[in-house]
């Protein structure tokens, strides 16, 4: 399986393998979307639930200068079955809503974190001019998970220090 890269990105412009494209597909978007299907059952017949998809920052915006149309792409789908599933299964007690976060130490920005030239250029690009902290995550996802949000569905919550905001 290709690790997606966020650094120096081997792809430009026209030269994204249609294969990658589909594979990163496969993973960011069908698998959520199977997710979805398969919770979904136990809480349409219990009249209640929570799900919490994972999108990015990069489901609201686009990832430039660092080209990865592919993952942009699955984000902005991720936002679209969140917001279409919320609507369809909102008068059945089902929310659904996502969190999309920003620059987060991952093993996918692991290369791009530990690099001291793209550090800085994180740092600088971000409003609160650092990557986030886990435990920043927290807080939205126990809103999310709980019964103080029960009025909040189709929402695609920003935890990404300003990013989608410049």
Known sequence: MRQQRW???????????????????DINVDAVFGMCQQVSSTMLA????????????????????????AYVASKHAVNGITRELAVHWAKQGVRVNA???????????????NDERSQRWMDRNCPMGRIGR????????????????????????????????R
């Open 7 to 25: 650094i120096s990105s081997a792809n430009a412009p026209g030269e994204t393998d249609l294969d990658v494209f589909g594979h990163v597909l």
């Open 99 to 113: 969190i999309a976060p920003g620059w987060f130490p991952s093993e996918m920005t692991a290369e791009m974190i």
């Open 46 to 69: 219990q009249g209640r639930g929570s799900i919490i998809n994972v999108s990015s920052m990069f489901g609201q915006v686009a990832s430039s200068p660092i080209f990865e149309p």
């Open 134 to 165: 886990h435990d920043e995550l927290d807080g939205v996802l126990l809103f999310l998970a709980g019964d103080t949000s029960s009025y909040c569905t189709g929402q695609i919550i920003a935890v990404d220090g300003g990013w989608t905001a």
